[in-house]
C-alpha cells in the first residue's frame, strides 16, 4: 500500500536522558528548562531529536552535552516510548537513555534550546513538559532494581569510599533503611572491593577504612542468585 509522505504521516525519533545523581542525601535527576516552544519555560528532561546520520547513543550524547554542558557520561538505554499524543509536534518516538555520576566533578552549562539546567529531588520535581514525570518513575524503578544485582552504585562514589558511604548510596536509592552487618556480610561475599590502607575520619569514631571497587568488576553482574539488600 502506497502511503503518502506528509508531516500527518511522519514518525520522528528523538532521545532523552535520564542522570541522576546523589545530592544532600537525596537522589537527585537532571533537569533543563526548555527554551522552545512546545512548553517553553517548564523544566523537562535533555534530549532532542535523531540526526539522519547520528547513531542513537551519539545522539544522546550530542545533546546531554548541547544543554547541559555533560559529556563523556556512561549511557545505557532504558527503553523506547512512543505513545500516541505524547509530543503535540506530532508522532515522536523516543528512546531514553539512563546513567548515574557524580555531580561534584561536572559544571552544569545549558545551551541550545535550554535556557538552564540544575538538578532536582526526585522527590520534589517540578511540573514537567511531555511525559517526563513518567519516565523518571520508571528510571528510577529501573535502578532500584539494577542497583540489587550490579554494582552500578560506584558510578554515585569517589574512587576511594567507606563501606557507610557505600551502605549510604544504597539506602537514599532504595528508599528504605538497610541493617548494616547483612549488608556488610553481602558485599564482603560478593568480593568486588579491595581494602586499602588508608582511612577516613568520620564524625567523632575512630578512623574507618578505606576501599574501592576491583576495576574489572566495576560492570559485572554481582549474581543473579544473590541480593545486595536481601
Not at 110 to 118: M, Q
Not at 166 to 179: A, G, H, K, M, W
Amino acid at each position: 500500500m502506497k502511503i503518502k509522505m506528509d508531516k500527518r504521516n511522519l514518525v520522528f525519533v528523538t532521545v532523552d536522558m535520564v542522570l541522576f545523581t546523589i545530592r544532600n542525601k537525596e537522589l537527585h535527576v537532571l533537569l533543563v528548562k526548555r527554551a522552545l516552544e512546545p512548553f517553553k519555560g517548564m523544566w523537562a528532561l535533555p534530549g532532542g531529536f535523531l540526526r539522519p546520520e547520528e547513531e542513537l547513543e551519539a545522539a544522546a550524547k550530542r545533546e546531554l552535552y548541547e544543554e547541559t554542558g555533560v559529556k563523556n557520561a556512561f549511557l545505557a538505554q532504558l527503553y523506547t516510548k512512543g505513545d500516541i499524543g505524547r509530543d503535540p509536534r506530532g508522532r515522536v518516538v523516543t528512546v531514553v537513555y539512563y546513567s548515574l555520576m557524580d555531580s561534584s566533578t561536572v559544571e552544569l552549562k545549558a545551551s541550545t534550546d535550554a535556557a538552564e539546567a540544575s538538578w532536582f529531588s526526585v522527590k520534589n520535581l517540578p511540573k514537567l513538559a511531555f511525559d517526563h514525570e513518567k519516565i523518571i518513575q520508571n528510571a528510577v524503578e529501573r535502578i532500584r532494581n539494577k542497583i540489587e544485582y550490579t554494582n552500578i552504585a560506584f558510578q554515585l562514589l569517589p574512587e576511594k569510599f567507606t563501606l557507610s558511604e557505600l551502605q549510604s548510596v544504597y539506602e537514599i536509592i532504595l528508599d528504605r533503611n538497610l541493617d548494616k552487618r547483612n549488608f556488610r556480610k553481602k558485599v564482603d561475599e560478593l568480593n568486588i572491593l579491595k581494602e586499602l590502607k588508608e582511612r577516613k575520619m568520620e564524625g567523632i569514631h575512630r578512623p574507618a577504612r578505606l576501599y574501592s571497587f576491583i576495576m574489572e568488576k566495576k560492570e559485572s553482574l554481582f549474581s543473579a542468585k544473590k541480593r545486595i539488600t536481601g
